[in-house]
């Protein structure tokens, strides 16, 4: 009796190809492999290039204002990656 040789499930989630993680997970590896530029931080506004598939995008934060110059509706993996090594937005206090 010959054994059938499955491939466990697991194994097919470790071939998942590369634009199947999501943003955060993307955002991780961006940082990783040293894709993220801070080219300059004001105050609480943040400028950064992030390098992604083949192209750069501009990062911008003002506060809690994040805008990336990529075709991505939302919170991209740009922006993410870049909000993984800026301090979160923090009012004032006392004023
Ligand atoms: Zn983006």
Redesign the pocket.
């Known amino acids: 009796m010959p054994e059938t040789s499955v491939p466990e499930l697991g194994e097919w989630e470790y071939d998942m190809p590369p634009s199947r993680e999501n943003a955060a997970t993307k955002a991780r590896r961006y940082l990783t492999e040293g894709r993220v530029t801070i080219r300059s931080v004001e105050g609480m506004r943040v400028w950064a290039v992030v390098r992604?598939d083949g192209a750069l995008?501009t990062?911008t934060v003002d506060g809690l204002d994040r805008r990336?110059t990529?075709p991505?509706t939302g919170y991209?993996?740009?922006?993410l990656a870049v909000g993984l090594v800026t301090a979160p937005y923090q009012p004032e206090e006392g004023g």
Do not use: D, E, S
Request: proline content about 0%; some cysteine; charged content about 0%.
């Open positions: 992604g995008w990062v990336c990529c991505a991209c993996a740009h922006i």
